[in-house]
């Protein structure tokens, strides 16, 4: 696609609405779910305590299945140091959740469900063990990002990259000073509502002038600008 003024000016419409969103959606009370199992929501303190359980989610290492776990019971309402026992039902209950009970049928079921006289069968097939733990992975994900993405940064940065606990610890100063919250007050509220009041604070701080754009917008208008400098070269030879 040729790049134009009203090109740049349809992107930045788009990624402005579908952080639109994703704003309103920060301040909806709602209980994530993964593999069954009811969670809270991702906080600060949540946050890095996988970080110091070296989870793969905040981390290059692949995923594996106690890595699903480690997220989960990190964000289980039950989640504490000395729990063991809480920890082993829900650690039994995830691999219930992710590996259902005869594999074998379904397998069966598959392979029948393809011939045109048992097409019929497809309506009796479940996700298998390999698909219920990618839905997992996803669901995953999607928390992270949501509660990661809108974090004021200076540009675009590592997909998957953790909050520094410098930055943090300027969250945590700023939010008292500003609002007078105390720190236990900040590590409660959800890491992507937290963005929003870090947002606002920021912006009403420098007297509007902070920027409040997303990484996706600071992408388009990085893009745009150097869509700009190459028409000047343009222009001048």
């Not at 134009?4 to 992107?11: A, G, I, P, T, V």
């Not at 392979?111 to 219920?132: K, M, N, T």
Request: proline content about 5%.
């Amino acid at each position: 696609m040729v790049a134009n003024l009203e090109h740049f000016q349809k992107r930045l419409e788009d990624v402005h609405a579908a952080a639109g969103k994703l704003r309103c959606e920060a301040f909806v009370d709602y209980t994530p779910v993964v593999a069954g199992q009811r969670l809270c929501q991702l906080t600060l303190p949540s946050y890095n305590r996988l970080v110091a359980f070296e989870c793969a989610f905040v981390s290059a290492r692949n995923i594996a299945f106690k890595d699903i776990v480690c997220f989960i019971w990190v964000h289980h309402p039950e989640f504490g140091q000395f729990n063991a026992t809480g920890k082993t039902r829900v650690t039994h209950a995830v691999w219930r959740a992710l590996n259902p009970r005869f594999a074998g049928v379904q397998i069966a079921l598959r392979f029948i469900a393809q011939l045109p006289r048992w097409r019929w069968l497809a309506r009796f097939i479940r996700p298998d063990a390999a698909q219920l733990q990618a839905e997992a992975v996803a669901e995953i994900r999607r928390i992270i990002h949501e509660g990661l993405h809108d974090f004021p940064k200076d540009g675009p940065t590592v997909a998957g990259e953790p909050l520094p606990f410098a930055f943090q610890a300027q969250v945590l100063n700023l939010m008292r000073r500003s609002l007078g919250l105390s720190f236990a007050e900040t590590c409660s509220i959800p890491l992507k509502a937290l963005a929003q009041h870090l947002r606002e604070v920021l912006h009403v701080s420098n007297a509007g002038k902070s920027s409040m754009l997303s990484e996706a917008e600071q992408q388009v208008w990085a893009d745009y600008q150097e869509w700009r400098q190459s028409q000047v070269i343009a222009k001048r030879n």
